[in-house]
Structure formats: C-alpha cells, structure tokens
C-alpha cells in the first residue's frame, strides 16, 4: 500500500488522505465486484464505503440524491461530509478535521467503524449553495467492511430531518456560512486537482 499524504491541520479525525491512484485502485475493486454493487444498491438506504483515511471509495445509487452536487463518479477520493456539502469539511483540511467535527455523530460512527466495531450517530448537516443554506439530521450507522485484505467501512445516512428543524440562520450566520462556502470551493478545487 503506498503512503498516505498528510496535512496535520486537524482539530479532530486524523488528516491523512489516501493518493489518488490508491483511491483510483480501490474505487476499480469495487467497481469490479458486483455482488458488492447489487447487495448495496438493493436496500434503501444511502450508503458508502470509506477507506482508512474516511475516503469515498463507493456510493450506492440511493445515496447520490443526498450530494450537494455532482454524482458518484465525482465524490471517489472525497470524504462524506465534503460530498454531501457539509459547510464545515471545508474549513481546516477537510471532512472531520474542523472543532465543529468534534461534535459530529456522523465522524464518531465513521471513526468507529474504522476501529473495528460498529458505530452509530446523529449529525447536523449544514450545506450552503449558492446563498441557499439547508440543515439536515442525518442519523449514521456504520460497519467494518474488510474487503481484498485491506479495512474499509460502510457507512449508512438515514435523512430524519424534521420541517420544524429546518429553520432560517440569523444573518451573522449566513455571512459565515458564505465566506466558509468561499473556502469550500477553493478546498474541493484543490482536492479535485
């Protein structure tokens, strides 16, 4: 396995990620299994797969509806909170490494995961596009998942957002929320590129 490259920016989950050929290799495996792609794309949840560094590696179909933008082709090598759009994965270096993090049941469970048990969570996603700002709550269920002799984890987003949680931000949120949507941007290019 080749190395991780690291940005120690973190405030919480480890800021590592995985090389982009590595995540290339890894998305192909289980692109090529398809009891793994039939098994994940017949249950109604929205699932992931997630390598070491909580890197997408697999989406299932039911999870594309949930990204903020773009579709399952698009999202291998980020993490969930950056392809759900969460305005808080583009602050510090990415997906669970901002302070808000700390408080996210949705890293928590990934986390977990990734230690070998199983996790569970609740987490509030904030997503900013184009001056529009939406809260969702997702409930996260996670798993172990080894596959080729390396350990993956499958991730489970259950949307149990209420119309009464979904309120309006005061406007000092919404000025915070447009400069972190800035960043995002210029974050998810430099992922990208």
Same mark, same amino acid.
């Given at each position: 396995m080749e190395?991780?490259?690291?940005? /120690?920016?973190?405030f919480?989950?480890?800021?590592a990620r !995985?090389?982009?050929?590595?995540?290339?290799?890894?998305?192909?495996a289980?692109?090529d299994a @398809?009891?793994?792609?039939?098994l994940?794309?017949m !249950?109604?949840?929205?699932?992931?797969?997630?390598?070491?560094?909580?890197?997408i590696v697999?989406?299932?179909?039911?999870f594309?509806?949930?990204?903020?933008? #773009?579709?399952?082709?698009?999202?291998?090598?980020?993490?969930?909170?950056?392809?759900? #759009?969460?305005?808080?994965s583009?602050t510090?270096?990415g997906?669970g490494?901002?302070? /808000?993090?700390?408080?996210?049941g949705a890293?928590?469970a990934?986390?977990?995961?990734?230690d070998?048990k199983t996790?569970t969570g609740?987490?509030?996603l904030t997503?900013?596009?184009? #001056?529009?700002?939406?809260?969702?709550r997702?409930h996260?269920k996670?798993?172990?998942?080894?596959?080729?002799n390396e350990?993956?984890?499958?991730?489970a987003?259950?949307n149990?957002?209420? @119309?009464?949680?979904?309120?309006? @931000?005061?406007? #000092?949120?919404?000025?915070?929320i447009?400069?972190?949507e800035?960043?995002?941007?210029q974050?998810?290019e430099r992922?990208?590129?």
């Amino acid at each position: 396995m080749e190395d991780a490259y690291e940005d /120690q920016s973190s405030f919480f989950a480890p800021a590592a990620r !995985t090389p982009p050929e590595q995540i290339d290799k890894r998305a192909s495996a289980f692109e090529d299994a @398809p009891l793994i792609r039939q098994l994940l794309n017949m !249950t109604s949840d929205a699932m992931v797969i997630v390598d070491e560094h909580r890197q997408i590696v697999f989406a299932n179909d039911n999870f594309i509806p949930l990204l903020a933008v #773009g579709d399952a082709t698009s999202i291998i090598g980020l993490r969930p909170g950056e392809a759900l #759009g969460c305005v808080h994965s583009y602050t510090c270096t990415g997906c669970g490494t901002s302070k /808000q993090c700390r408080e996210c049941g949705a890293v928590d469970a990934i986390l977990a995961a990734l230690d070998n048990k199983t996790g569970t969570g609740t987490c509030t996603l904030t997503r900013s596009n184009k #001056g529009e700002v939406d809260i969702y709550r997702l409930h996260v269920k996670s798993t172990p998942f080894p596959f080729n002799n390396e350990h993956f984890a499958v991730i489970a987003f259950f949307n149990i957002t209420s @119309p009464k949680f979904k309120k309006p @931000p005061d406007k #000092g949120m919404l000025r915070d929320i447009q400069e972190i949507e800035k960043r995002a941007m210029q974050l998810r290019e430099r992922l990208l590129s």
